[in-house]
């Protein structure tokens, strides 16, 4: 009778392993792509503080990103670049945008205003084409 109910548990066990690595699927292609969307948003915060930096220095609003951010080339993660322009879509803030590298990911911007830097991520999905 022992063995039957260990063969019984045992089976019932492995039964569930399958079911629970199916379950989990999901749960890991998400992550995968909230990592990536976090580069984007780092890279993102990271361009508007520089932007803000600038701004308090030298008086005035940044056009591109050239010579504001430190370092040499384009700000660029392995998922997500940065585009080279400030937008001024109002009077306090400013925009700067984000570009996937692939096809996965959405194209993001972020809307800030100068002086307090309150700001905002917005999704625009990938099927915006930026240089």
Excluded at 21 to 40: C, D, H, K, M, W
Excluded at 42 to 71: C, N
Aim: proline share 7%.
């Amino acid at each position: 009778m022992k063995s039957r109910l260990h063969c019984f548990a045992l089976g019932g066990s492995l039964g569930l392993v399958p079911v629970i690595v199916v379950a989990l699927i999901p749960v890991f292609n998400t992550s995968g792509r909230n990592a990536r969307q976090a580069e984007g948003q780092q890279l993102l915060g990271s361009a508007r503080d520089s932007a803000r930096v600038w701004f308090a220095k030298e008086e005035g609003k940044p056009r591109t990103l050239k010579g504001v951010l430190r370092g040499e080339g384009p700000m660029q993660g392995q998922h997500y670049r940065i585009v080279d322009v400030v937008a001024l879509p109002h009077m306090g803030g400013g925009r700067i945008y984000a570009v996937p590298l692939d096809n996965y990911n959405p194209t993001m911007r972020i809307d800030f205003n100068w002086k307090s830097g309150q700001s905002e991520i917005v999704y625009l999905g990938p099927e915006l084409d930026w240089p």
